[in-house]
């Protein structure tokens, strides 16, 4: 996955994916859990922020109800200076998972800015 990111970008790390996990699914080739996904996605948030979102959208087709997966593309918008879009995926993510530790802090330390930056 990263060295096609890397090499092809996002888009193909996904398509690749996408047909590496239809072809060898199940057969203990490859590691297709959620965890080794968005552990690729995080690896990317700073420095690729649309590969990490890639990466994460692609999980919730698979995975609808993973809040991490919300988690790490908020965090990458935040990487974009996207804070306005980070805060509803945030917020999806402690619907989906209401003791999700890290989206609370994230999302408190996002609305705390945004009031700080509108009260200026």
Excluded: C, H
Aim: aromatic fraction near 10%.
């Amino acid at each position: 996955m990263s060295r096609t990111i890397d090499q092809e970008g996002p888009a193909a790390a996904v398509d690749r994916y996408r047909d590496l996990r239809r072809r060898f699914y199940e057969r203990d080739v490859y590691d297709f859990t959620e965890s080794e996904l968005l552990r690729i996605a995080r690896v990317y948030v700073d420095t690729n922020p649309d590969a990490a979102m890639a990466l994460a959208k692609m999980n919730l087709d698979w995975r609808p109800t993973s809040a991490a997966s919300y988690v790490v593309m908020a965090f990458a918008y935040t990487r974009k200076l996207d804070d306005a879009s980070a805060i509803p995926l945030l917020r999806k993510a402690l619907e989906l998972d209401p003791d999700n530790g890290a989206a609370r802090g994230y999302l408190l330390k996002l609305e705390e800015f945004q009031r700080m930056r509108e009260n200026r």
